[in-house]
């Protein structure tokens, strides 16, 4: 059964920084792309990032590129999300999603809320 | 990036058949069959209804049916059912290798 647990959310000022992870389980996490959704309070789903299997390709929806950065290690089966330059309109749940040479999402996780207050 | 264009509600009698519509562009839901429909009840993380335009996963009732013309995917389920009242998404595939997502339809069974 193909699981995903994310972590690392939490509570940060505007400006500051958080790193997100994601432990993946019950599949060949090498052969998987990654990707990191998220999901405003009340509003709808946003992908944020992804990944390709070996690590080789990242891409980024504007509003984030240059301030987050998607990794991975596939010998820890993991993905990870260092979020920095954070604002209040990052406030969100963030949720990990895998697929494999397919264009949708048919795996995620339960997600983790990151808050940007003062 | 601008997400696609979804009507925020659509509602329904048990039985009755209803179409959420996807309205994108050229270079996303008009220039790929990579299309996708997800269904998120409150407080659980979205599931995987329709993918390719049209494929419905392993376990997913077959009252769930997509379709695409041009820029505009749809969604249509047939004999709403009380179970079905939740949020739906649309996203697709783009020419720059990223995603996009629908602004998400609130289904709501009369």
């Known amino acids: 059964e193909v699981q995903l647990v994310e972590s690392g959310g939490g509570l940060v000022q505007p400006g500051g920084s958080l790193r997100l992870s994601c432990a993946a389980s019950?599949?060949?996490?090498?052969?998987?792309?990654m990707s990191w959704i998220r999901q405003a309070p009340g509003k709808g789903l946003e992908w944020v990032a992804n990944?390709?299997?070996?690590?080789?390709?990242?891409y980024y929806v504007d509003s984030v590129r240059g301030r987050f950065t998607i990794s991975r290690d596939n010998a820890k089966n993991s993905v990870y999300l260092q979020m920095s330059s954070l604002r209040a309109e990052d406030t969100a749940i963030y949720y990990c999603?895998?697929?494999?040479?397919?264009?949708?999402?048919?795996?995620w996780g339960r997600g983790t809320l990151v808050t940007v207050s003062s | 990036q601008s997400a696609l264009t979804q009507p925020a509600s659509v509602s329904g009698s048990p039985g009755q058949s209803i179409t959420i519509s996807c309205a994108g562009t050229?270079?996303?839901?008009?220039?790929?069959?990579?299309v996708s429909w997800y269904q998120q009840h409150p407080g659980k993380a979205p599931k995987l209804m329709i993918y390719?335009?049209?494929n419905r996963p392993s376990g997913v009732s077959n009252h769930f049916s997509g379709s695409k013309s041009g820029n505009t995917a749809s969604l249509t389920i047939s004999g709403l059912q009380a179970e079905d009242e939740a949020d739906y998404y649309c996203?697709?595939?783009?020419?720059?290798?990223?995603?996009?997502f629908g602004t998400g339809t609130k289904v709501t069974v009369l």
């Open positions: 999603s895998s697929y494999h040479d397919t264009y949708h999402f048919p795996y």
């Open positions: 996203a697709s595939y783009t020419s720059s290798g990223t995603y996009v």
């Open positions: 390719d335009v049209t």
């Open positions: 050229s270079s996303d839901v008009g220039g790929h069959n990579y």
């Open positions: 019950g599949f060949i996490f090498s052969r998987y792309w």
């Open positions: 990944i390709k299997r070996d690590g080789g390709e990242e």
